[in-house]
Each structure stands twice: as C-alpha cells, then as structure tokens.
C-alpha cells in the first residue's frame, strides 16, 4: 500500500529560536521502518521545505495519509494540511498522530481527520495499515481516537507500552532528500537520536511524563550504538532525561568506545538532581565528543518557585549541577520559565541568579499551560479563544499581573542579560571571531533575529495582534474574562 507521511512546517515561529533548530522527523522515521517492514511503500514529505501537501500526495498516490503534531502550537497547522490532503484525495484515510496529539486530541477531532493516535505510532500505524487494506473493523485498531457516524470513539488501549525494541532503527533514507537542510545552529546536517523515552518526574509543566504515566523505557544497547556509528558527527539526543538509568548509561558508553565512535557535537537534556549523583557517569561520557552540551530545564530561581513546579529538586542542584558539568568540559544551555503572574521583584530575583552564577546562555520562556497537563486543565477557561499557534512559549495566553507592557519590558529586559544581546557583553564581532568565514551570514541572521526578543514594542504588538478578540476590547492592565 501506498503511505504518505507528512510533517508539518510549524507556522508561526517569529519569536524563539525555532526556525535555528531544524530537526529530522524520528517518530516518522521508526514508524516508516516499521511499515517498510511490512512491504510498504513509504513516503516521508518534510514540509518544512517543500510545503505543497496536495503536490506529494499527486505524487506519491497514498492510500494511508499519516500527518505528525509534536508540539500543540501546531493543531490549526495540522488541519490546514488534512483539509489540503482531503481535497486532494478524497478517499485517503487520513491520521494524525504525535506527542501533541496523542496528550491532547481534542482540537484534531474534525472531519477531515478519520483517526489520531493516542499512543506511540510504531505498534498502531502497521496494525491500522493492514486493516484499512483488507477491509477489517477500524474499532478494533488500538489506541485510536476513531471518527464513526456516530461520533469519534476511543479504541482500546495497547496490551501495554509499545517496546522500543519493536523498530530498531529508523528509517533515515526515507529524508535524505533533507538530510543538509537539518541542522542546529551552527551545527549541520544533525542527526536526532532516541536512546530512551519518557521521564519518571512530575514537572508540572511538563506533558510528557502525564502522556507516558511517568514511564522511561530504554533501546537496547546493541541498537543504540549501531544508530550512533551509523550516523553523521552532530547529534541531538531526543530522550526526555538523559543518563536516568546511571549502570545501563555506564553501559551504554563503554559500548560506544569499544565500537571507536567519536562525534564533533553531542546536545542532550537531563535534570540537575541527576548530574548532582553522577559525576562519574558524565565524566565517562564526555570523551564521546570534542563538543557536548546539556540542555537543562533550570525553569526558577529559588526553591518556592521550583517547589511551585513540582520540580522535585531545589537551586542547590541547580547551582551543583552547573559546576560539576563545567568542571568536566562540558556545556551548559538552560532555560527559566518566565511566570506571567510574577510581580517586578521576581523578575530582579531571576537576573540576580543569572549573574550570580554566569548563566548567561540560558533561554527563558513564558510558563505557558501545554495540553495534556493538569495545568491546562486548570486553567483552560482563561485561555478561551487562544490561538494554538500561540502556545510556543513566547506568547501570554492571559493578561499579566504586571499589566503587558510592564511584563514584556522586563521580559525583553531578562533576554537583553543574555549572550544573544549584541550590545550586551558579546558583541556581534565577538561572534563573528568564533565562527568561520562560511558562517558568518548565517550567524548574522541567528542574531540579527533574536535581537527582537529584546524588544518588548515587538511582544506588545504581537500580543495586541493574537490575542483573542473578546480580550482586546479589554483596556491593557484589565484581567481577562474567563
Ligand atoms: C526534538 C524536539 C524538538 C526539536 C525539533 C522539533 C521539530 N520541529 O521537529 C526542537 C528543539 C526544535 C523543539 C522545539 C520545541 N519544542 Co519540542 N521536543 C522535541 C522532543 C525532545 C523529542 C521529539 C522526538 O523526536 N522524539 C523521538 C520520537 C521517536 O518520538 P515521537 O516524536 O514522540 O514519535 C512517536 C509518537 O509520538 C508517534 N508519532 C509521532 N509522529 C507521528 C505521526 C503519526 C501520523 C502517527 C500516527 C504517530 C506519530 O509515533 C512515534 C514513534 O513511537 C520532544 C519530547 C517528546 N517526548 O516528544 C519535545 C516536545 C515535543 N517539545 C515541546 C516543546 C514545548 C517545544 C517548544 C515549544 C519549546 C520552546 N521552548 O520553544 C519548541 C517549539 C518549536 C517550534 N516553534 O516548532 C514539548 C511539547 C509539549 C506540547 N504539548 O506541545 C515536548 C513534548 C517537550 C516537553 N517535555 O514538554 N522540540
């Protein structure tokens, strides 16, 4: 059978550093491992460069349409593309599945989709192939959110959670097309690497421990290094939290060494508390790279405001971490999230942290309700209206304590603290310096980008612009309605 895969360009992206990170669509590449398993053709379209859905179904005849949604900022865009699809081939069966859509469906349950999955897509995508193509019952597909005549249904949930074993590796082919479009900053082309899934904490931010019932499954071993020898020099770890698993982590690297594998660029994401009780284990990974950087959600600046997350971990670690990572060589991105509620003293208390311990190259981001957590089922009554594309994490989806104008003066403020500030500490020619001729214009355009997160006049106008229409006849500083 014919399958088309589609993954969406994200839309809107004007603020953050979104468009800096283009990465390989994994989920889609296991999934299509799995299908090629199974005889069939197979069509991976990233229409984060050839946008024309309808063009790749003209020419790819798909019986099977399966369109990702990793991230909620992207469910308008998800339809857009079904509605493009469903014109184009009217008979398709169209899913849609990915972390965004399996934690938070509702917004996808609209004609022009037939399924979304629910779970993980290497186990449900094959089954739902193979009884679309002989004609079998669909309610008996699991982990379906199912469009019937008499309304969507859920199907039964998996036997349990899909083994990662299940698709060894992903099929990488399928984009090569792609391959020198992907690419992190500077780093390029960049391969993305799933060595673990799922995260056991309860971040209260965070939708994918509430997806996976605080689960963490690993890849084997023998799996995971045949993926790192067989990919490029630059490589994002997708795991949600890196070296959880301290002896399989332990393992795992002295694999890597035996098989020689050594890469320019390792990127992954763990939590301070973990680096605190494994400074053996980094220090027996950092040999694998020449560069390597932990992302690491820093998210406060005190212990109430991580308590308030539900971090499970105070800034003693945050602090400990930071050293211990330094002192092994290696590189520190963090971020903080900015509370829409905070009074100006919050604000003063986050810049004084930044200063204090050199945490200039984090990122910050507004606290923002992601579906599927029990956060934005709390709060869903104030976000009526939102646009989706609003939930990237630099938009206000309700008015600040501050009033807006104050709250994005002290936001760009905390940004212009930040090495992206070229009139900051780091000049543009101190960048330039550190690049290669080659380089230099891509460089200028990351920066010359960014410098309007500094703006507060771009947020405020951006706010006044999205915001949804029963909130802008509000004047600015007036609390929302429900
Ligand atoms: C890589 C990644 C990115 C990359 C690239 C994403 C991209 N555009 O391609 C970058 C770094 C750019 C990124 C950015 C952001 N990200 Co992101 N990202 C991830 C991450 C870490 C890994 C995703 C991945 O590839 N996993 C590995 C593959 C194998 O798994 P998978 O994608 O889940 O695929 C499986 C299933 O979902 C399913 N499936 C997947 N696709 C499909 C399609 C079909 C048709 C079907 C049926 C099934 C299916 O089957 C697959 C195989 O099992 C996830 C974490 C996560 N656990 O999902 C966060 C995550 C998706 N990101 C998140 C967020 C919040 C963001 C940002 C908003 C953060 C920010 N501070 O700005 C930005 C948004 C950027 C933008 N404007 O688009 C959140 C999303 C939460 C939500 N509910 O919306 C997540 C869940 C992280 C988190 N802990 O909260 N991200």
Redesign the pocket.
């Known amino acids: 059978m014919n399958i088309l895969?589609l993954?969406p360009h994200?839309g809107n992206?004007q603020f953050?550093l979104?468009p800096f990170?283009?990465?390989e669509?994994?989920?889609?590449e296991?999934?299509g491992a799995a299908l090629l398993e199974r005889g069939h053709s197979v069509t991976i379209a990233d229409l984060r460069f050839r946008p024309h859905a309808a063009a790749w179904v003209r020419r790819s005849r798909p019986r099977l349409v399966?369109?990702?949604?990793?991230?909620?900022?992207?469910y308008d865009r998800v339809l857009e593309i079904a509605r493009e699809v469903r014109r184009a081939t009217p008979d398709a069966f169209i899913?849609?599945?990915?972390?965004?859509?399996?934690?938070?469906c509702e917004p996808l349950e609209h004609d022009d989709i037939d399924a979304i999955?629910i779970d993980?897509?290497?186990e449900?995508?094959p089954t739902l192939a193979e009884v679309i193509e002989k004609g079998g019952r669909l309610e008996e597909v699991p982990a379906l959110r199912l469009k019937t005549p008499d309304g969507w249904i859920t199907t039964p949930s998996l036997a349990g959670r899909?083994c990662l074993d299940l698709v060894p590796l992903p099929a990488r082919d399928l984009v090569a097309r792609h391959r020198f479009g992907y690419h992190c900053l500077l780093f390029k082309p960049v391969w993305?690497i799933?060595t673990a899934?799922g995260c056991p904490h309860r971040c209260s931010f965070?939708?994918?421990w509430q997806l996976y019932d605080q689960s963490f499954r690993e890849r084997s071993i023998g799996a995971v290094v045949e993926d790192f020898a067989t990919t490029g020099d630059a490589i994002?770890v997708?795991d949600?939290l890196f070296w959880n698993n301290p002896s399989r982590s332990f393992e795992l690297a002295s694999a890597l060494k035996r098989r020689g594998i050594f890469k320019r660029w390792i990127l992954v994401?763990t939590r301070t508390d973990v680096i605190c009780g494994n400074s053996g284990l980094l220090e027996a990974w950092r040999p694998l790279a020449k560069d390597f950087d932990i992302f690491l959600g820093l998210e406060a600046a005190s212990d109430g405001g991580l308590a308030g997350l539900t971090k499970d971990a105070g800034v003693r670690e945050s602090v400990d971490a930071v050293r211990i990572a330094r002192s092994l060589g290696y590189g520190i991105n963090g971020?903080f999230l900015v509370d829409p509620d905070w009074t100006e003293d919050d604000f003063r208390e986050l810049w004084d942290f930044v200063a204090l311990h050199g945490l200039q190259r984090a990122g910050y981001?507004v606290l923002t309700p992601?579906?599927?957590t029990e956060f934005y089922r709390k709060v869903s009554s104030r976000l009526a209206g939102q646009p989706w594309s609003n939930?990237?994490?630099?938009h206000l989806l309700w008015e600040p304590h501050l009033g807006a104008k104050r709250f994005f003066e002290l936001y760009a403020e905390t940004w212009r603290r930040s090495i992206l500030n070229t009139s900051g500490d780091k000049s543009l020619m101190d960048w330039i310096r550190q690049v290669r001729p080659s380089q230099i214009p891509y460089i200028a355009r990351v920066l010359w980008r960014t410098q309007k997160m500094m703006k507060p006049g771009a947020y405020l106008r951006e706010y006044e612009v999205t915001r949804p229409c029963a909130a802008k006849s509000l004047p600015c500083g007036a609390p929302h309605a429900g």
């Open positions: 895969l993954r994200p992206d953050g979104g990170f283009r990465i669509p994994l989920g889609l296991y999934i399966g369109i990702s949604c990793l991230h909620a900022l992207e899913v849609v599945g990915g972390h965004a859509a399996a934690a938070f999955v993980d897509g290497e449900v995508v899909t993305l799933e899934r965070c939708s994918v994002f997708a949600d994401q971020n981001t992601l579906p599927g939930f990237d994490m630099h």
